[in-house]
C-alpha cells in the first residue's frame, strides 16, 4: 500500500537558520503530495501541497518540490523563525487507494 | 466562522463509561473523517464518509462507531472506553474523495483522558 516516510525529530535550530525536513512516498499511480502543520495545541492545517511532478508548492516562505524519480517531496526554509516551532507532516493521497496517507511528523524547534 | 467544529474540546472521563464527540464542517463538503493522534503524535485515520455513506473503516475496535446524520455532521460514539483511547481525535473534511486528491481541513481536536 500507499506509505509515506519523515525524518525523525525533534528539529533544533536557531532562528534564520536554514531548514530541510525529508519526506519520501511510496505510491502506485500519481498521488498529491502535501505538507501540513500543527501549532502546539491545534488540527493540523495544509501548509503546501503539489499535484503532479515537477510542481512546486509554496506559502510563508516554505517551499516543496513534487520529485517523482526519487519519489520525494522534502521542505525547505531559507530562514526559519520561532513562530515556525510546530510538528510538520508529509502526506499524499490519490495513489494506490483513496486513504490519506500520513507521515509520523517531524517536531521542529526554533530558538531564538 | 469556524470551518470544522468539534465538540466538547476536553473529555475526561472513567474507564468503562460511553462518550459521543461531535464535528459539524460548513465548508460545503462531502467527505468527512475521524482521526486519532496518540502522545507521539502518530496520526491514524479512522473512518471516512463520503455523502453520508461509509468509505474507510480501518482496522478499529468495534467499540467505536460513527454515525453520519447528514453530510455536514459526523459523530463518534465509543463504548466501554479503555485506557488505551486516551488520545487526541481530529474531524477533517474534504470537498471529494474520489481519487483523495483533495485537501483536508481539521477541526481543533477532542482531547480525551479516560482515567
Known amino acids: 500500500g500507499d506509505s509515506v516516510t519523515q525524518m525523525e525529530g525533534p528539529v533544533t535550530l536557531s532562528e534564520e537558520a536554514f531548514l530541510t525536513i525529508n519526506c519520501t512516498y511510496t505510491a502506485t499511480g500519481y498521488p498529491s503530495l502535501f505538507w501540513y502543520v500543527q501549532y502546539p495545541g491545534e488540527g493540523l492545517q495544509l501548509l503546501l501541497k503539489a499535484t503532479k511532478a515537477d510542481d512546486k508548492g509554496s506559502n510563508k516562505g516554505f517551499e516543496a518540490t513534487y520529485r517523482k524519480e526519487t519519489t520525494s517531496f522534502h521542505l525547505e526554509k531559507g530562514s526559519v523563525q520561532v513562530s515556525d516551532s510546530a510538528v510538520y507532516f508529509c502526506?499524499?493521497?490519490?495513489?494506490?487507494?483513496?486513504?490519506?496517507?500520513f507521515g509520523r511528523g517531524t517536531s521542529l524547534i526554533v530558538h531564538p | 466562522d469556524t470551518a470544522v467544529s468539534q465538540t466538547p474540546k476536553y473529555l475526561v472521563t472513567q474507564m468503562g463509561n460511553d462518550k459521543s464527540i461531535k464535528c459539524e464542517q460548513n465548508?460545503?463538503?462531502?467527505?468527512m473523517y475521524w482521526y486519532k493522534q496518540d502522545s507521539k503524535k502518530f496520526l491514524k485515520i479512522m473512518f471516512s464518509?463520503?455523502?453520508?455513506?461509509?468509505?474507510i473503516n480501518e482496522t478499529v475496535p468495534n467499540r467505536f462507531s460513527p454515525k453520519s446524520p447528514d453530510k455536514a455532521h459526523l459523530n463518534l460514539h465509543i463504548n466501554s472506553l479503555e485506557l488505551g483511547d486516551s488520545a487526541v481525535y481530529f474531524c477533517?473534511?474534504?470537498?471529494?474523495?474520489?481519487?483523495?486528491?483533495?485537501?483536508?481541513?481539521f477541526g481543533p481536536g477532542t482531547r480525551l483522558l479516560v482515567l
Open positions: 502526506a499524499l493521497s490519490g495513489g494506490g487507494s483513496y486513504i490519506p496517507t
Open positions: 477533517a473534511s474534504s470537498q471529494d474523495n474520489a481519487g483523495g486528491v483533495e485537501t483536508q481541513y
Open positions: 464518509y463520503n455523502n453520508k455513506e461509509l468509505i
Open positions: 465548508l460545503g463538503h462531502d467527505t
